[in-house]
């Protein structure tokens, strides 16, 4: 049984605001309980307010600045050692702020609320390997 995923490994899921590698699923490792991923969001860029209806969500930001928004809360700054913790079925939101990527580690207990990013009408994959190209714009 497979214990370990490795970022080659793994496909790359992209939207217009980033992308995200998801390194610990039900789907990869059967039984597990929670979902674990790298969330990129480029700069200027950020994702709609959501729910997950089902699952906790725990939000750690690896690198970069910006602002979140998590129910009734309004909006507040995160940073590079910040964590954020959203309560399944609270609307919440990331906003790149800063210059350079905004790198989350993405916690879901109980796991599987990835799998309502595949609808949105911006999502592709990428096989393993390959890197996401992002167009400048002018």
């Excluded at 909006?75 to 959203?86: L, N, P, Q, T, W």
């Excluded at 949105?120 to 714009?137: C, K, M, T």
Aim: glycine content about 10%.
């Amino acid at each position: 049984m497979s214990t370990h995923s490795t970022q080659q490994d793994l496909p790359t899921e992209t939207f217009t605001w980033g992308s995200i590698k998801w390194g610990v699923t039900a789907d990869r490792f059967p039984g597990a309980p929670i979902t674990v991923g790298e969330v990129v969001i480029n700069p200027t860029k950020g994702h709609d307010v959501h729910t997950h209806p089902e699952s906790d969500e725990v939000l750690h930001v690896i690198e970069g600045e910006g602002v979140q928004t998590v129910g009734d809360s309004g909006e507040f700054r995160v940073s590079a050692g910040d964590s954020i913790y959203i309560p399944r079925g609270t609307e919440h939101s990331t906003f790149n702020t800063g210059w350079r990527q905004l790198r989350l580690l993405a916690v879901y207990s109980p796991g599987g609320a990835e799998e309502a990013l595949r609808e949105a009408p911006d999502y592709q994959v990428l096989s393993p390997g390959a890197a996401p190209v992002w167009e400048r714009a002018d």
